[in-house]
């Protein structure tokens, strides 16, 4: 099958634009009153977009999901990101809002696909712009499906066995609801995509309609139906959903993975640099599948992630999501594509920092880093008594800052003027897809360089990654074992996606738990000579099997008996 000749909807055009969609709150209104307007129509459905997935420390005031893994720590043992790690998770501290926010958006989505169809807006017929506004309403009703197929997916990954419906329930009926297997769930999102990936446009702003404004590409597209197939069959296939390793699951995957990088590379979407995946026009960067815009409803600036992570010490920064020693040293070192601790890669124990994977620089904050921000104008002393270190409050743990998602261009001083910038959340990019093939085909064929009827091995699709403008990373070589091969991919993985959302699911899905029992971190301390002594500190955390899920939480299970609790929660 030629997964290039998939046609997506009416045009075959990359999305390259921002989501600038006005968010509004329809959802307290009766239908009489939202079908009063056109206005009030659309913009039932695209508030939903307000409720897309993002982690830019918006729930756990600062804390990101890469604090609860072994991306990072965070400064102040006060955060609630910690009960994640402390033991003090549990169903009546759920630590989530996914259940509510994502049954709430289905809701919404059933609701508008159910009452609001057949409309004709004759007030509006005389309208120049009346084909475009009718095109928008009838084209909404799929970016429902789409949503609602998002918000399930969120389900399962967090939770597994969820309730399924897509059409209108009352509270009783919901209160009634029992659990619908991970996998019906899997199926039934791949199917509506399937369908999706043929009915959504590839582009709105190239459909020759006047009244269609470069915002409207911000909604979803095909592109993004293919990517939300794509990630949910990689997720189907993973040892937490696929205890018996059924390979027709990989086959799965990997189809619809190769149909992302396919389709997409046929219509404009290519890897660029890693260093333009973020900041302040990332949404145009050609890698971008599908984003999500974050901004407040009170401006479409904001600098609360540079507030939240920029280093004590520098106007403005408070610290906060510390990357750990142990992502530091994923990071191979760039000559030898040798991970620091392999015979032979380079390494060099008093310059620990020196020729390690460019990502590695574009990533992470280190002592003696300089215009960090581009206004600071001290280098970053994270050695113990340093300008941005211990024993200073809040300052980092790890001996590191966060850099991958902020903007440089800040200066959160009093006097600055330049406060505030555009954030968009990558949900989906190319680069993903290139990985997910990779893991699928592998796990399909059990070897790295066998690419099946595929025409692309395990080990080339990860080397495109590594191939990047402003990267250059040694090669994977042929005939690794399937061992050192997936040892690196998970490595590989675990670089390229940093603090984009992944890890803290992916160690799930592999049943990886085991690595969240500890967090290395790195000391620093600075000799009288001027040197630097750095020391390995080893932090405990508590896992336990129960946490590969989240617990359903009491206050719902409370509602509606029927509800079986995740099992040791």
């Given at each position: 099958m030629?997964?290039k000749?998939?046609v ?5 055009v ?7 969609l006005?968010?509004?709150?329809y ?5 009489d009153?939202?079908?009063e ?8 459905i695209t508030?939903?977009?307000?409720m897309?997935?993002?982690d830019?420390g918006?729930t756990?005031s600062g804390?990101?999901l890469a604090?609860?893994?072994d ?5 102040y ?7 994640f790690?402390d ?6 501290n759920p ?9 709430k958006a289905i809701?919404?989505?059933n609701q ?8 004709t807006?004759d007030?509006l017929?005389l309208?120049?712009d009346?084909?475009?506004q009718?095109?928008?309403y009838?084209?909404?009703f799929k970016?429902?499906r789409?949503?609602?197929a998002y918000?399930?997916?969120?389900l399962?990954?967090?939770y597994?066995?969820?309730p399924?419906?897509?059409?209108m329930v009352?509270?009783d009926?919901v209160?009634?609801?029992t ?9 039934a999102?791949?199917e509506?995509?399937d369908k999706l990936?043929?009915e959504?446009?590839?582009d709105?702003?190239?459909?020759g309609?006047d009244?269609i404004s470069?915002?409207?590409s911000?909604?979803?597209t ?11 069959a ?5 040892p937490?959903?696929n205890?018996?390793n059924?390979k027709a699951?990989?086959?799965r ?6 149909a992302?990088?396919?389709?997409c590379?046929?219509n404009?979407?290519k890897?660029?640099k890693y260093?333009?995946?973020w900041?302040?026009d990332n949404?145009?960067n050609?890698e971008?599948i ?5 901004y407040?409803?009170s401006?479409?600036n904001s600098?609360?992630l540079e507030?939240?992570?920029f280093?004590i ?11 750990t020693?142990?992502?530091v040293?994923?990071?191979?070192m760039?000559?030898t594509?040798?991970l620091?601790n392999e015979?032979?890669s ?16 574009m990533?992470?904050v280190k002592n003696?880093d300089?215009?960090?921000p581009?206004?600071?104008?001290n280098?970053?002393e994270t050695f113990?008594g ?6 200073i409050s809040g300052?980092?743990?790890t001996g590191?800052y ?8 800040l ?9 505030t910038s555009?954030?968009?959340w990558?949900?989906?990019?190319l680069g993903?897809f290139?990985l997910?093939?990779?893991e ?6 059990g070897s790295?360089?066998n690419?099946?009827e595929?025409g692309m ?5 990860v080397n495109v990654?590594?191939n990047r403008?402003d990267?250059?990373?040694?090669e994977?070589?042929t005939?690794?074992s ?6 690196r991919?998970?490595?590989e993985?675990?670089?390229e996606l940093a603090f984009e959302?992944?890890r803290?699911?992916?160690l799930?899905r592999?049943?990886?738990?085991e690595?969240l029992?500890n967090?290395?971190?790195?000391k620093l301390t600075k000799n009288n000579?001027?040197?630097?002594t ?11 099997e129960?946490?590969?899920l989240?617990p359903?939480?009491q206050s ?8 079986t609790q995740?099992?040791?929660?």
């Amino acid at each position: 099958m030629k997964f290039k000749k998939i046609v997506c909807g009416i045009a075959c055009v990359a999305n390259l634009a921002a989501c600038n969609l006005d968010y509004h709150e329809y959802a307290n209104y009766g239908k009489d009153y939202i079908d009063e307007s056109y206005d009030n129509v659309i913009g039932m459905i695209t508030n939903v977009y307000s409720m897309l997935d993002y982690d830019f420390g918006q729930t756990y005031s600062g804390g990101m999901l890469a604090s609860a893994c072994d991306e990072a720590e965070y400064a102040y043992t006060s955060n609630d990101i910690y009960d994640f790690v402390d033991g003090s998770w549990s169903p009546a501290n759920p630590m989530s809002n996914i259940w509510t926010s994502s049954y709430k958006a289905i809701q919404i989505c059933n609701q508008y696909i159910a009452e609001f169809q057949g409309l004709t807006f004759d007030e509006l017929k005389l309208n120049d712009d009346y084909r475009a506004q009718m095109f928008r309403y009838n084209n909404s009703f799929k970016e429902a499906r789409f949503l609602r197929a998002y918000f399930y997916f969120n389900l399962v990954r967090a939770y597994g066995d969820v309730p399924y419906f897509t059409e209108m329930v009352t509270t009783d009926q919901v209160n009634s609801l029992t659990r619908t297997p991970a996998q019906e769930i899997f199926n039934a999102i791949i199917e509506e995509c399937d369908k999706l990936s043929t009915e959504l446009p590839a582009d709105y702003t190239k459909l020759g309609l006047d009244g269609i404004s470069p915002a409207e590409s911000g909604r979803v597209t095909c592109y993004a139906a293919l990517a939300l197939k794509a990630r949910a069959a990689l997720y189907a296939a993973s040892p937490l959903f696929n205890s018996n390793n059924d390979k027709a699951l990989w086959l799965r995957a990997v189809e619809a993975n190769k149909a992302v990088i396919e389709t997409c590379t046929a219509n404009g979407f290519k890897l660029g640099k890693y260093s333009e995946l973020w900041g302040p026009d990332n949404w145009s960067n050609s890698e971008m599948i599908f984003i999500r815009r974050y901004y407040t409803s009170s401006a479409v600036n904001s600098n609360v992630l540079e507030g939240y992570n920029f280093p004590i010490g520098v106007p403005g920064g408070n610290s906060g999501n510390c990357p750990t020693q142990n992502l530091v040293d994923a990071y191979e070192m760039k000559n030898t594509g040798k991970l620091w601790n392999e015979e032979g890669s380079g390494y060099d124990a008093t310059n620990p920092y020196v020729g390690r994977d460019p990502r590695f620089d574009m990533t992470i904050v280190k002592n003696g880093d300089t215009k960090w921000p581009s206004k600071n104008g001290n280098p970053i002393e994270t050695f113990y008594g340093g300008l941005n270190a211990e024993p200073i409050s809040g300052a980092t743990p790890t001996g590191y800052y966060l850099k991958k998602y902020l903007d440089s261009a800040l200066d959160l001083s009093a006097s600055s003027t330049t406060k505030t910038s555009r954030h968009s959340w990558i949900t989906y990019r190319l680069g993903e897809f290139y990985l997910n093939y990779a893991e699928a085909i592998f796990k399909y064929t059990g070897s790295a360089d066998n690419a099946g009827e595929f025409g692309m091995t395990a080990r080339e699709a990860v080397n495109v990654i590594r191939n990047r403008a402003d990267v250059k990373m040694p090669e994977f070589p042929t005939g690794m074992s399937a061992d050192a091969f997936w040892t690196r991919y998970q490595n590989e993985r675990m670089v390229e996606l940093a603090f984009e959302g992944h890890r803290f699911y992916d160690l799930r899905r592999w049943k990886d738990g085991e690595k969240l029992k500890n967090i290395t971190e790195m000391k620093l301390t600075k000799n009288n000579d001027g040197t630097i002594t750095y020391e390995r500190r080893t932090v405990n955390r508590i896992w336990d099997e129960k946490m590969y899920l989240f617990p359903i939480p009491q206050s719902e299970r409370m509602k509606n008996p029927n509800l079986t609790q995740n099992t040791g929660w």
